[in-house]
């Protein structure tokens, strides 16, 4: 049976590609897509799900709702190689898909439906899911897993000293990782290991799917930009965190507390602790067998059979 899954992003280029990732596999069943502000302001989120999930064309569309903008000033277009729209200007078509303005009530709706075996996929900042727990507290226990693509513990980051997510709306971070709720964290440690290039991208282009050839337009800006990686290569930092859903074994983890930094220029850091709340502790990501992931990524993408 497939893991119905709750997908809530900020959608820029690796969005799509997890968005993509979780969309072609058949152990996840994508019930709704809700945008939060993050790279782009959230109006451009909403929109930009609405285009990716009409060129994705997928058998049943989800339902997709308009959420929060984070109150944090900082502008994300300095550091990603987004362009305008948060998917480098590729102009793909307007979506098709009406847009729910209400996205607790969407969040209760597929919870509710579903029972206690929900998963999200957090791939933005965490500010939506920040309101769910203060404002819809009687939902956490009906949520099996929140896997997050965020966070930076022990590497550089990629905003000054931390990682764009949390440092876009540390508050909610803190919240959203103190709440006792069972959650997985993919901080840049490890999204970082996973790069593409452009015979990736070439692989994707001649797979004759939607979602494959989607990706490749998409993932061709961001291939041009002169960003780390550097040019010709590019991270793929979210669809990390959605593999790890689908090939958890590809993967080594710690639990622990991750305190998060909520002010100063560090706004945003975790810092790792071994003690106090056990209810708090968070699976923490610390290693990933990059090799075989990156092929179950492209077989699953392109709809090969020889996933590891």
């Known amino acids: 049976m497939a893991t119905p899954l709750i997908i809530d992003t900020d959608m820029g280029i690796d969005d799509a590609v997890a968005v993509g990732l979780a969309l072609s596999s058949a152990a996840l ?35 997709i709702a308009r959420g929060l903008q984070p109150s944090s000033s900082v502008q994300a277009g300095r550091f990603f190689p987004t362009g ?22 969407v969040y209760r709706r597929c ?15 965490l500010t939506n899911l920040a309101a769910l727990v203060n404002d819809a507290p009687d939902l956490k226990s009906k949520i099996a897993r929140v896997a997050i693509s965020g966070g930076a513990v022990w590497s550089k980051g990629n905003v000054a000293a931390t990682e764009f997510n949390f440092h876009r709306d540390p508050a909610a971070a803190a919240k959203v990782l103190s709440s006792g709720l069972p959650i997985t964290v993919a901080p840049l440690d490890v ?66 507390r991750l305190d998060v930094l909520t002010t100063g220029p560090e706004a945003g850091r975790c810092k ?29 993408l392109c709809h090969e059979a020889f996933v590891v």
Do not use: Y
């Open 272 to 300: 790792p602790q071994l003690g106090g709340d056990p209810a708090q502790r968070v699976d923490l990501l610390t290693a990933v067998n990059a090799v075989d992931l990156l092929e179950n990524l492209l077989e699953s």
């Open 191 to 256: 999204t970082s290991f996973l790069a593409l290039d452009e015979s990736h991208v070439a692989h994707l282009s001649a797979s004759g799917t939607r979602i494959g050839q989607t990706l490749a337009t998409l993932l061709r800006s961001a291939l041009a930009a002169d960003h780390p990686p550097g040019v010709g290569k590019t991270h793929i930092h979210d669809a990390v965190a959605a593999a790890a859903l689908l090939w958890p074994d590809l993967f080594m983890r710690t639990r622990m």
């Open 29 to 63: 069943e994508v019930r709704a897509v809700i945008g939060v502000g993050g790279r782009v302001a959230v109006d451009q989120v909403a929109s930009n799900i609405g285009r990716v999930l009409t060129a994705f064309a997928p058998a049943r569309m989800p339902a």
């Open 111 to 125: 919870l509710e439906l579903t029972g206690d075996q929900v998963t999200i996929l957090s791939l933005g900042p």
């Open 84 to 105: 305008k729209d948060g998917l480098g200007d590729c102009a793909l078509p307007d979506g098709q898909a009406d847009v729910e303005h209400d996205f607790l009530a």
